[in-house]
């Protein structure tokens, strides 16, 4: 192609047509997904589906979030929106996921579907979304054509991967923990968050909806998601926005699950009770605080932190809300808090370079925020943790990370991440 044959670089924005009408039912909402391609944001049975796309925005390096947010921001003004039901999920929407880091090869997206369904406080819509022709009639006759929803599918057995390690192996994983440890000894920081990869080849083309199945099922209290081959089942709340209300859930210090009743009960009140666990919980608060206090009027936090049952591990949590005081979207918020300490570190200039040298490969949209935003700039985004990249290859990339503070032990802390694989390993038939 030669240079005058190159689109604009500005292109006029696009116009989108949107139209939201409430249905009687539409559960359950994972079958109806695209087996190849899901687009999903649910918890605990309820949530949104997207089906086709109408377009997509990407974005890429330190102003990935930015440039994302300032590019739907343009769009959302010059959308026809027709919303019927009102609820959160309803009217104009985009599902996005984001690179953790600024340097990733991974591309940023918001992809805005064709077609979206939700459920929400027993509630059910349907919501068209579509480029304007700029033919009022053709615009008349489309409108006036009945949503088409589709039909639920039979389910297909989960998929079989067999994950191995990644570019780091075990033994050198826990050296990178030493490594770690001994730079904050040291006191150039307080805390880094520490991954590790494993890598499966998924075969079957229809597997991916029986996996994303599987994590709700088995963790139905978590943000179970399916964004642009990013899968997963978070537990951590980044940042939500509804109506002027931002909240957060920050999670940090980890202990496994007892084997009985005792033992479990056990564990959790160790957990609450560990200085290790308290300390690296203390600084991912922090972090969320600072980062949040700027945009609003009010934000309170749990007094205490408080014990998070997950089927697998027990999490230290803090719940956060506030009023918001400067108009931010949820997309603005996401930029402000982004990485948090609970997947960097303390303090984070120091952190994000320790991580790149110490972890030996790109996280791509790993610990990146993953959701939703709306028309209005509300939404909810969660941290991509418990979580995959599927390739269009088939190449399965899961991860799972350790906060390591300066008493930390590089066997514990390899058995962690262990742990914190289980969920999207068994989710694949592992």
């Not at 996005?96 to 064709?114: I, K, N, Q, Y």
């Not at 991954?195 to 994590?215: F, K, S």
């Not at 980890?254 to 056990?266: F, I, K, P, V």
Request: proline letters at 7%.
């Amino acid at each position: 192609m030669n240079h005058t044959d190159a689109p604009p670089r500005h292109a006029a924005p696009a116009r989108l047509v949107v139209r939201t009408e409430p249905v009687d039912e539409l559960a359950p909402l994972i079958p109806r997904a695209d087996p190849r391609h899901p687009l999903l944001w649910m918890r605990r049975g309820e949530g949104i589906v997207g089906l086709g796309e109408t377009l997509r925005i990407e974005s890429s390096g330190a102003t990935r979030v930015e440039d994302a947010a300032a590019a739907w921001t343009e769009l959302s003004a010059l959308a026809d929106i027709d919303d019927r039901v009102g609820l959160p999920g309803t009217g104009l929407v985009a599902f996005g996921a984001f690179a953790f880091a600024d340097e990733s090869e991974a591309t940023s997206v918001l992809v805005v579907p064709e077609l979206v369904l939700g459920r929400r406080d027993g509630r059910a819509w349907v919501t068209r979304i579509s480029l304007a022709t700029g033919d009022d009639e053709a615009a008349d006759a489309a409108a006036s054509v009945p949503l088409e929803i589709p039909e639920p599918t039979p389910k297909r057995r989960v998929p079989r991967v067999t994950f191995a390690p990644g570019s780091v192996p075990p033994a050198e994983y826990e050296a990178a923990v030493a490594e770690a440890v001994r730079r904050i000894d040291a006191g150039e920081l307080e805390k880094v968050v520490l991954a590790r990869q494993l890598v499966g080849e998924l075969h079957e083309e229809d597997g991916l909806r029986a996996t994303i199945n599987r994590l709700a099922e088995d963790y139905p209290d978590t943000w179970v998601f399916a964004v642009d081959g990013l899968i997963g089942a978070s537990p951590e709340t980044l940042v939500r926005v509804d109506h002027g209300t931002v909240s957060a859930r920050v999670l940090a210090g980890t202990t496994s699950r007892g084997a009985g009743e005792a033992s479990d009960r056990e564990r959790a009140v160790a957990l609450a009770a560990s200085a290790k666990d308290r300390a690296e919980h203390a600084l991912a608060v922090a972090s969320a605080v600072k980062r949040l206090a700027p945009h609003t009027a009010r934000l309170d936090t749990s007094p205490e932190p408080f014990t998070l049952q997950l089927p697998n591990l027990w999490h230290l949590a803090t719940d956060l809300k506030g009023t918001l005081g400067d108009g931010s979207s949820a997309l603005d918020l996401v930029r402000a808090v982004h990485p948090t300490a609970a997947v960097a570190g303390t303090p984070r200039r120091v952190a994000l370079p320790v991580i790149a040298e110490l972890e030996g490969f790109d996280r791509g949209r790993y610990a990146g925020p993953v959701g939703w935003i709306d028309g209005d700039g509300d939404g909810e985004w969660a941290i991509a943790l418990r979580c995959a990249q599927v390739d269009g290859d088939g190449t399965v990339t899961a991860y799972a990370g350790c906060g390591i503070v300066h008493d930390s032990v590089p066997a514990d802390e390899l058995a962690e991440t262990v742990m914190k694989f289980r969920p999207i390993v068994e989710a694949f038939g592992g």
